[in-house]
C-alpha cells in the first residue's frame, strides 16, 4: 500500500526507488506502469492520465521488466525477445532486426537459438531486457512524446560483469531520452549508477535526490532500521554504504515526513 506518494521519473534521468522488504518499491513500479490502479490520486505520461491511453498507445510508451517472469514453453531467446514486439501496429513480426539488436546490446549476441527455459536465471533476465528495448524500438514515438522503461530488481541475478553492462545500458538509455526507473536493494549500487533516488519506507517516500544526499547514515537508518556508515570514495566522490551490525529498535527510530 503507497500512502501520499508523489514521485516523478524525469526523462533523460536513470532514476533508482530504494528500500527495505515491504516498503512499496515494487507497488510504485505496478501503479506507475499501469498494471495496477490507484484508488486516489493519478499517474500521468507526458500530462495525460494513463488511463486515456489505449493499450496499444501505452504499449508503444512504456516497456515494464519484472521481477520474475513465469515461461515454460520451449522458446529461443529470440522468439521471447520478439514478444516485445508483438504488439498489432507494431510492424511486420518476421522482422527480427531490433530484438538482434537488443540481445546484442544485452550481451547475448549469438544466444539467438538458446532455449530460454535452459538458459541461467541472470541470461533469462537479460532476455527480459531485450524483449523490453525491443518494444520501445519496434514503434517509435513522435517528437515530444516520452518513453518510460520501469524495471524492478534487473541485476539481481547478475554477475559484477554483467551488473555494469546491464546498468551501463540503462543509464545510456536514459542519457537518450528515456525515463527509466529501476527497483534496487543493491545501495552501492545505487550510488554508482543513479542520478536520482527515491528512498522508500512503509508506504511512503522518506527522501528523494541525488545519491549523495539520500543516502546518508540518519536517512538510510530510519528506512531500513539498521544503523548504516556512508563513506566517500576519494577518486570520484561518489559514496558507498557498509551496514553495521545493530539494529535499530522501533522505539528508538526517529519519525521523519515523507516526501
Known amino acids: 500500500m503507497l500512502d501520499g506518494v508523489d514521485a516523478a521519473f524525469e526523462v533523460g534521468r536513470l532514476t533508482v526507488i530504494l528500500g527495505p522488504n515491504g516498503a512499496g518499491k515494487s507497488t510504485l513500479l505496478k501503479v506507475a506502469s499501469g498494471e495496477w490502479r490507484p484508488s486516489q490520486g493519478s499517474i500521468e505520461l507526458d500530462?495525460?492520465?494513463?488511463?486515456?491511453?489505449?493499450?496499444?498507445?501505452?504499449?508503444r510508451r512504456r516497456a515494464v521488466v519484472p521481477q520474475a517472469t513465469q515461461l515454460s514453453f520451449p522458446f529461443t531467446a529470440l522468439q521471447v525477445v520478439l514478444l516485445g514486439k508483438s504488439v498489432p501496429g507494431f510492424g511486420p513480426p518476421s522482422d527480427a532486426t531490433p530484438a538482434l539488436l537488443a540481445l546484442h546490446d544485452v550481451g547475448l549476441r549469438g544466444y539467438e537459438n538458446r532455449v530460454y527455459t535452459r538458459m541461467s536465471g541472470g541470461e533469462r533476465q537479460r532476455v527480459h531486457?531485450?524483449?523490453?528495448?525491443?518494444?520501445?524500438?519496434?514503434?517509435?514515438?513522435?517528437?515530444?512524446?516520452?518513453?518510460?522503461?520501469?524495471l524492478d530488481e534487473p541485476t539481481a541475478s547478475l554477475d559484477p560483469a554483467h551488473q555494469v553492462l546491464t546498468l551501463s545500458l540503462l543509464q545510456r538509455l536514459a542519457r537518450q531520452g528515456t525515463a527509466v526507473a529501476i527497483v534496487m536493494h543493491d545501495l552501492n549500487l545505487a550510488a554508482a549508477w543513479a542520478e536520482h533516488v527515491i528512498l522508500m519506507s512503509n508506504g511512503r517516500i522518506v527522501a528523494t535526490g541525488p545519491p549523495g544526499t539520500v543516502l546518508s547514515d540518519d536517512l538510510l537508518g530510519l528506512a531500513y532500521a539498521c544503523r548504516m556508515r556512508v563513506g566517500q570514495i576519494p577518486i570520484d566522490g561518489k559514496v558507498f554504504v557498509l551496514p553495521h551490525n545493530t539494529i535499530i529498535e522501533p522505539h528508538a527510530r526517529r519519525s521523519g515526513p515523507a516526501g
Open 47 to 59: 500530462g495525460k492520465s494513463l488511463q486515456s491511453y489505449t493499450a496499444m498507445e501505452l504499449a
Open 129 to 150: 531486457l531485450a524483449r523490453a528495448l525491443c518494444q520501445l524500438r519496434s514503434c517509435p514515438v513522435p517528437p515530444g512524446c516520452s518513453q518510460a522503461l520501469l
